[in-house]
């Protein structure tokens, strides 16, 4: 069960059946294509169509991912949640990256760790997003092949130093490859992190149960009430007897705050002798309605020898 | 007595651009399963190849990273079994520096290409891009073997699986599954076995 969770996505790629091949053969089973949004967001927000005839073993997400530089332009994430399996944010300076950790509303942080960061990564920050339930993802792509000598040490040096700050909790790692080529196979990459500085089992950690968390996470948050609870049966027979108890009982108590009265006998008389009828005659009695209708046949008894 | 202890990468060469994929027969795509798998060419003896780990190596780790695999002396990076025709190798390294050789390999991207049987292949210069992929590590030569062995079976059963499969459906399917689990019985000797793997 091995997961990678941003594999760029355009339906108009002609390589994009090779990319899904070879991750199907590397032995991924879940893979998330995503799509890259800067700054302004269109009118109409939805995934592209998926590709088709995928391998068959693979399991295809969309994902989104927004770039983040201002506070001011997230208005709509709540929409893109629903959009989209999984919604990325890739903040661009501290500001916004501390606006993701606390307050945004998304799956995962990723920040570009291919550029030289004028900032640390700060433990405070970072946890409270892992508490949140958001993992920060590291995208080796950018550093394997291609983007340059810089690319690379500032991979490494970022990753290192974001595996320090985390202290290697809640970390995912994903391709990010646009090529096939810069794709690698799991444990290839969960050697890389181990040289990265995370042990062995966090590696792996990072490629298959952090990963499935975050699948599970986005999934709970869109389809149940609040992430807590999910509908799984609606119960419709209950819901009907509940309302026709409730039905039996209006009735009841307004006869009983009548009879405290007593100022019409006759009325209350003629209420009390249609009410059996209505009762349904087989069902046991409550404590409470014996000594209800004890009380009443006080009364009744009261009533008449004053009349 | 001291014992020298060692590692030993099984690994084998992927190659997923399409555009470097032989070209056997024009009319029909090839089969994606088995264009990945595709024979490495000649060019890559062991001695090249462990050639390009160490540079590799010192272009990652410099100095330090050549030191610690240790010169011939030392038993250092030593190819044990490359085989072209599957492109699988058999890699052994010091076992401190094991994962220096591993990051090596994930970093590498290239193997040297000559258009071999005078065949044309556009878009690639001396360097066919692939990938390196670690099937496994193993203390013992003798484990790694028996796994590339085993692996060459399964392959050989997914192939044919999907072969059928293509004539049967019309549809050449892509395997669903990694662990086809191989029935077959004794095909043949460890070699022979490895050998009609990827020869299609």
Not at chain 1, 254 to 262: A, C, L, V
Not at chain 2, 49 to 75: F, H, N
Not at chain 2, 98 to 111: D, F, I, Q
Not at chain 2, 114 to 120: A, E, L, Y
């Amino acid at each position: 069960m091995f997961y990678d969770l941003n594999v760029p996505y355009s339906p108009d790629d002609p390589e994009v059946p090779h990319t899904l091949n070879f991750l199907a053969e590397l032995g991924y089973t879940t893979v998330a294509l995503s799509q890259t949004i800067n700054g302004k967001l269109p009118a109409s927000l939805t995934p592209p169509p998926l590709p088709a005839n995928p391998p068959k073993s693979l399991q295809l997400l969309t994902r989104l991912n927004l770039t983040l530089a201002d506070p001011a332009q997230n208005q709509r994430l709540a929409v893109l949640t629903q959009a989209y399996d999984l919604v990325a944010l890739r903040p661009t300076n501290e500001k916004s990256l501390l606006n993701a950790c606390t307050n945004l509303e998304c799956d995962v942080i990723s920040v570009d760790l291919s550029v030289r960061l004028p900032y640390h990564f700060k433990f405070k920050m970072l946890s409270a997003a892992i508490s949140r339930g958001i993992r920060i993802e590291i995208c080796y792509g950018p550093g394997i092949t291609g983007s340059g000598l810089d690319a690379r040490r500032n991979l490494i040096g970022n990753a290192t130093s974001l595996i320090r700050a985390t202290r290697g909790r809640g970390i995912i790692v994903s391709s990010e490859a646009r090529r096939a080529l810069s794709l690698r196979a799991p444990w290839d990459v969960i050697n890389l992190t181990c040289v990265w500085g995370l042990s062995q089992e966090r590696g792996k950690e990072a490629i298959c149960e952090e990963t499935r968390k975050v699948v599970a996470l986005a999934k709970l948050k869109r389809t149940s009430w609040r992430g807590i609870v999910d509908v799984v049966h609606g119960g419709e027979k209950v819901k009907a007897e509940s309302a026709a108890q409730k039905q039996k009982g209006a009735p009841k108590s307004k006869e009983s705050t009548e009879s405290d009265t007593g100022a019409d006998n006759l009325k209350r008389k003629a209420s009390i002798s249609s009410e059996p009828i209505a009762e349904d005659p087989d069902k046991p009695l409550s404590k409470r309605e014996i000594k209800r209708r004890a009380k009443k046949a006080k009364f009744d008894a009261k009533g008449r020898n004053a009349t | 007595m001291v014992r020298l202890k060692s590692r030993y990468l099984l690994i084998d060469i992927l190659y997923p651009d399409p555009k470097t994929w032989p070209t056997t027969n024009p009319s029909k795509p090839p089969n994606p399963q088995l264009a990945i798998h595709a024979p490495t060419s000649d060019t890559l003896t062991p001695g090249f190849l462990a050639k390009m780990v160490r540079e590799t190596v010192s272009e990652l780790y410099g100095d330090w990273g050549v030191g610690k695999l240790g010169g011939a002396s030392a038993g250092g990076l030593n190819i044990k079994y490359l085989s072209p025709a599957t492109s699988t190798a058999i890699i052994r390294c010091p076992r401190p520096s094991y994962r220096l050789v591993w990051s090596a390999l994930t970093y590498m991207s290239g193997v040297p290409d000559t258009n071999n049987g005078g065949q044309k292949r556009a878009g690639t210069g001396r360097e066919r891009g692939c990938v390196f992929r670690v099937i496994r590590v193993s203390g013992t030569m003798r484990k790694a073997e028996e796994e590339a062995i085993r692996r060459a079976r399964r392959e050989i059963v997914r192939v044919k699986d999907a072969e059928e499969r293509g004539v049967l459906g019309g549809l050449v399917g892509v395997g669903d599954g990694m662990d086809v689990d191989v029935g077959v019985g004794d095909l043949s000797g460890s070699e022979h076995g490895m050998d009609c793997g990827d020869s299609d």
